[in-house]
């Protein structure tokens, strides 16, 4: 049973350009969340999708959207990529009826994502 | 104010040693609340939920102090293998899968 599992794993892109990350969720998960990562910091949540919709949105600028596709898996999309969005973007995945609890939470390893 | 707030790091401490990290959290309707691990360039791991009665996993003891909006983690006869960064996490009522992280301690075991 494969866990969650993200692309790229690193990717380097310069200030101005537009990137994608995919996710796709552990088999049995309909939820997926996205967060950013800074050096030094915890994550921070970005937003989550069910059903194809946005359910959630953290404190991030309108240049982060995102995607949920029938199979559950989804899509991260940032533009006007700036220095300060280099990170460690983490896909988390769950049951939305569960999803309050940590244990059914899942986690990829992430995208390392450099703006040079 | 953020939302959760951990002992700035790093730890050092010899193996053997116990170590104890500390947390609060500002937002009184939190839920849920979980360590997690994370290890250099990886992503988090659970390491465990914290309960309001306290609970303990092997070397690990966590406490939840609801009044105090206090978490908090000890380990005993640290091992090498436990120097990571440990993360408080919170999930507040009525807001789903949205996990609050702190910023993390980092511990580091030596020998």
């Known amino acids: 049973d494969a866990g969650v599992t993200q692309s790229p794993t690193h990717l380097i892109k310069t200030r101005g350009q537009q990137v994608t990350l995919r996710c796709s969720p552990k088999?049995?998960?309909?939820?997926v969340s996205w967060y950013q990562q800074a050096l030094g910091q915890g994550p921070q949540f970005i937003f989550q999708?069910?059903?194809?919709?946005?359910?959630q949105r953290g404190n991030f600028p309108d240049r982060f959207s995102g995607h949920q596709f029938p199979n559950y898996s989804s899509e991260l999309n940032v533009n006007a990529l700036l220095l300060g969005d280099s990170a460690l973007y983490l896909c988390a995945s769950s049951l939305l009826d569960m999803d309050s609890s940590g244990n059914t939470i899942y986690f990829g390893e992430g995208s390392w994502l450099t703006v040079v | 104010r953020k939302e959760v707030e951990q002992d700035p790091g790093p730890f050092n401490v010899p193996e053997g040693a116990t170590v104890a990290f500390n947390c609060t959290y500002s937002?009184?309707?939190?839920?849920?609340f979980f360590w997690y691990r994370q290890d250099c360039r990886k992503e988090p791991k659970l390491l465990m939920s914290v309960y309001s009665s306290g609970n303990e996993d092997g070397r690990f003891t966590a406490q939840l102090n609801r009044a105090s909006q206090y978490i908090s983690l000890l380990i005993r006869d640290s091992k090498l293998s436990d120097s990571a960064t440990y993360l408080c996490?919170?999930?507040?009522?009525?807001?789903?899968?949205?996990?609050?992280f702190g910023q993390g301690t980092e511990l580091s075991v030596k020998p």
């Open positions: 937002n009184s309707a939190s839920q849920s």
């Open positions: 999708y069910y059903e194809e919709e946005e359910r």
């Open positions: 996490v919170v999930n507040v009522y009525n807001q789903g899968g949205k996990l609050i």
């Open positions: 088999s049995g998960h309909d939820t």
